[in-house]
Nanobody, 123 residues
Framework: QVQLVESGGGSVQAGGSLRLSCAGP????????MGWFRQAPGKGREFVAG????????SYADSVSGRFTISRDNVKATVNLQMNSLEPEDTAVYYC????????????????WGQGTQVTVSS
């Protein structure tokens, strides 16, 4: 079982920034592709961003492309999501996810999930 722990959520005004972090398994962290997903009230869970195990390839949802940046540090076993120019529509619970295959992140079907962290953007 892979445990993922998110941190960094909070409340911010529109136009502001937040940085989410997710701590993953130590020695094997580089074996996993990582992703961020989100779920707004009354809506389904949606893909936000993904990154391969070595960090050589990233993927973003159209709605966040150019505003959000995913990165990882395999030494510290963390994956980060830098969120800039936040909009009220970005309000959601954000989930970190992991899977040995990047294709599963892209397919929105990762094997492991974190518990989620709330992000609230006010207008």
């Amino acid at each position: 079982q892979v445990q993922l722990v998110e941190s960094g959520g909070g409340s911010v005004q529109a136009g502001g920034s937040l940085r989410l972090s997710c701590a993953g398994p130590g020695r094997t962290f580089g074996n996993y592709a990582m992703g961020w997903f989100r779920q707004a009230p009354g809506k389904g869970r949606e893909f936000v961003a993904g990154i391969t195990g070595l960090g050589l390839r990233t993927s973003y949802a159209d709605s966040v492309s150019g505003r959000f940046t995913i990165s990882r540090d395999n030494v510290k076993a963390t994956v980060n999501l830098q969120m800039n120019s936040l909009e009220p529509e970005d309000t959601a619970v954000y989930y970190c996810a992991a899977d040995p295959l990047f294709t599963q992140i892209q397919a929105r079907s990762p094997r492991y999930w974190g518990q989620g962290t709330q992000v609230t953007v006010s207008s």
